[in-house]
């Protein structure tokens, strides 16, 4: 499967998976950090999902116009 989403949202869990275990392995400063790149790493892909929305849309809406 080579859907762009997809892969940014595997890339997504797989980093915060390390960060969790990271946070849980002893280091007391890598859960506050941990969930800066949750946050981060999830609105960057909420970021990207809106704008495939809405280049979809308006490459479709300029299509049709195409005689």
């Known amino acids: 499967m ?3 989403l997809w892969t940014a949202v595997r890339y ?3 980093r915060a998976r390390a960060r969790a275990r990271a946070a849980r392995g002893g280091q ?3 859960g506050a950090i941990t969930l ?3 946050v ?3 609105i ?3 970021a990207a999902i809106a704008a495939g929305f809405v280049f979809t849309r308006d490459i479709k809406r ?3 116009k195409i005689p």
């Open 40 to 42: 981060i790493a999830g």
């Open 2 to 4: 080579n859907d762009p």
């Open 44 to 46: 960057l892909v909420v």
């Open 12 to 14: 997504l869990l797989l």
């Open 28 to 30: 007391p400063e890598s």
């Open 36 to 38: 800066e790149w949750i």
């Open 62 to 64: 300029y299509e049709a």
